[in-house]
């Protein structure tokens, strides 16, 4: 059950580390069971999914005459993002994780100045193999750090990355080491930009099949969805 897992995961996890519960294609339903056995912090991947959910719990707290029912849940994007369907995202999620492309940034800036909002976001960085996944290189990730183009309505929280899918353990492990060294060029920004601030220290790595690796190398964040969740709907 779901609330198991949940359960079990909070045991486990060391209380440096932040659960997400991924719940893209899965019914609002499960959040809700997820919510009830502690989870306050869901992410999802497509804009109208997310919209959607968002709405279904406005609806509920409506219908029920509970304002302040599920007040304290916390949505995260971490899916591709496109710059046309920020509206459908950014007022409703406390993270971007997904900032995959300058030119993400530079759309979510200026939203967020034409909102009077800072955006939360986590620059997410190509680490693997697969050449179909989206990312920042490392060259791109120091352009953004470098302050030459300024983004005063974006917070930088940390970093993002996803390894290559495989059971080879060497690979994940390789790929992980490859987003602690980025990390360490975001480092060595802070103090030095006016893009990189001091607590740029999240590190969001790790998925169902690969968390206790990236616990064990140091991620903050892990995005778990099919071993809380089941396969998706």
Sequence with gaps: MIKDVIYRLNNELPATVKLVAVSKFHPFEAIEEAYAAGQKVFAESRPQELLSKVKRL???RTQSGDALYMSDVEWHFIGHLQTNKLKMVLPYVSLVQSVDSIRLLAAIDKWGAANDRV?????????SDDETKQGLSEKELTEILSGEQTYGNIRICGLMGMATFTEDESVIRRDFQRLLDMQQVLHDWIGESRNVVPGCSELSFGMSDDYKIAVEMGSTMVRIGSMIFGERA
């Design 58 to 60: 406005e609806e509920i």
């Design 119 to 127: 955006v939360n976001v986590l620059l997410e960085c190509f680490i």
